[in-house]
């Protein structure tokens, strides 16, 4: 369903698949990828996003540390090679990344003008501070990882923001995300749903945490949401 396409800004250019709905105007959404890259699971979550209604792109994050990474969390290897990537990461320029692809997803031919964005542990992290420091229409953040230590910029997002969190999520200890639920309750614009008992990327298609009764209910929540703040066809 997907195509691979080049996205191109000041600081270089960089990979990205993307994936289109039949409708010929749709709202689009940028999808922030986990430490292993663009893989199936970012893959078949662009066109699950088309399958809805919705113009769909990832980009590959990690392009000015190695580009087309794509891995998967099945083997010790993998995850000793995410963790690394993920370490050397600067997010501030993933922010800019994010942005860029926003942008281009804007002025594709096609796209009603409304665009979302959307990511899942470090890509749920980018959602949450491109929310807070960029221009976004509505944006949807899964357990994004380290959101504590950044959750202070939170309180400035003016946009729809929701945020999936993991009850029993190992990344994240529940000191952490009270945290996070204390800091943001003043703002209207975030709406933060908790899955008591669930692990760390219990939405990640065929991962080893995968949760499907949690999963369904967060996916389906999205795009309701997104339905509501960008539109659908």
């Known amino acids: 369903m997907g195509e691979r396409i080049t ?7 960089f990979g990205a698949y993307l994936a289109r709905p039949k409708a010929s105007s ?16 970012m893959r078949e979550t662009c066109d699950w996003l088309a399958d809805q209604g919705f113009i769909a792109a990832c980009p590959d994050l990690f392009w000015r540390l ?4 794509e891995m998967s969390d099945g083997s010790e290897a ?3 090679k995410g963790f690394a990537l993920y370490q050397a990461f600067n997010v501030d320029t993933g922010v800019e990344d994010a942005a860029a692809t926003m942008q281009h997803l804007r002025g594709l ?8 964005i959307t990511g899942f542990c470090l890509g749920g992290l980018l959602t949450f501070l491109t929310t807070a420091r960029e221009r976004t229409d509505a944006s949807v953040a899964y357990y994004g990882g380290a959101t504590e230590r950044y959750v202070e910029e939170g309180r400035a997002i003016a946009t729809p923001l929701l945020m999936h969190l993991a009850g029993s999520d190992e990344y994240m200890p529940a000191e952490a995300q009270q945290l ?8 209207p614009n975030i709406t ?5 008992g669930r692990s760390h990327a219990f939405a990640r298609r065929g991962g080893q945490h995968y949760e499907a009764e949690a999963a369904t209910l967060a996916n389906d929540r999205t795009i309701a949401f997104f339905r509501e703040h960008l ?3």
Not at 180 to 187: K, P, V, Y
């Open 231 to 233: 539109g659908s066809v």
């Open 78 to 80: 993998e995850w000793k």
């Open 109 to 116: 031919p096609g796209c009603n003008g409304k665009v979302g």
């Open 180 to 187: 996070i639920r204390d800091t943001l309750a003043g703002n």
């Open 7 to 13: 996205i191109t800004t000041p600081a270089g250019s």
């Open 26 to 41: 749709a709202p689009a959404v940028a999808v922030m990828q986990e430490i292993f890259g663009i893989n199936k699971d």
């Open 192 to 196: 933060i749903h908790t899955y008591p």
């Open 66 to 69: 190695e580009p087309g990474v």
